[in-house]
């Protein structure tokens, strides 16, 4: 079955940067695009962007563009998320999902347990 | 920017119907899916392109379109389905995705 498991949670510093990891298994990873998800305390889920895991082909979202950075590793089956400039606004749980069309606006099929990233000085 | 709007909360009682709507003006042009959040565990796609089920979700879970007013329709509500629901669609011309800001349904 497919599965997306995330590393663990992160407490990071006002100005550093958080790389959260995503492994896929149960389907062939080069496949699908895997997207990234944020879901702030008492906010709504906002989407950052996406990978295609295969060809590392990426669209981010305008509001993250020049701070977020993906990428995909087909040998280990895993993508990763890397954010920069961490303020306290990016607290959040971080989700990645797979895309089950190429593009924009696939559904999610299957997604990440989440990952708690707190900034905190 | 573009918003997808829904109504923040849902109450019904169990064996009730509970009907989740989502607002858009570019509804009418991109598809809509339908996530289950549940505390501590990975979101759930319970519909996609506005009204296709996946086999792994009970039949109970449907989705339908009127305009530019897409719902969310659980007939036969379980206690297990408590839980935030969020729409998801893209601006009308599919350059990025957006979220509705969710609706808590409340089983009674």
């Known amino acids: 079955q497919v599965q997306l498991v995330q590393s663990g949670a992160e407490v990071k510093k006002p100005g550093a940067s958080v790389r959260v990891s995503c492994k896929a298994s149960?389907?062939?990873?080069?496949?699908?695009?895997i997207h990234w998800v944020r879901q702030a305390p008492g906010q709504r889920l906002e989407w950052m962007g996406w990978?295609?895991?295969?060809?590392?082909?990426?669209k981010y979202s305008q509001k993250f563009q020049g701070r977020v950075t993906f990428t995909s590793d087909t040998s280990a089956s895993t993508a990763y998320m890397e954010l920069s400039s961490l303020g306290s606004e990016d607290t959040a749980v971080y989700y990645c999902?797979?895309?089950?069309?190429?593009?924009?606006?696939?559904?999610?099929?299957?997604w990440g347990q989440g990952t708690l990233v707190t900034v905190s000085s | 920017s573009y918003e997808l709007t829904q109504a923040p909360s849902v109450s019904v009682s169990p064996g009730q119907t509970a009907r989740i709507n989502c607002s858009g003006d570019a509804l009418t042009k991109q598809y809509t899916h339908w996530y289950q959040l549940k505390p501590g565990q990975a979101p759930v796609m319970v519909i996609y392109k506005d009204n296709v089920r996946p086999s792994r979700i009970p039949e109970r879970f449907s989705g339908s379109i009127s305009g530019t007013t897409v719902t969310l329709t659980i007939s036969g509500v379980q206690a297990e389905d408590e839980a935030d629901y969020y729409c998801q669609s893209a601006d009308s011309t599919g350059t990025y995705t957006v979220f509705g800001g969710g609706t808590k349904l409340t089983v009674l």
């Open positions: 999902a797979r895309g089950f069309r190429p593009g924009t606006t696939s559904e999610l099929d299957y």
């Open positions: 149960g389907y062939t990873f080069s496949s699908n695009t």
């Open positions: 990978i295609n895991a295969g060809n590392g082909n990426t």
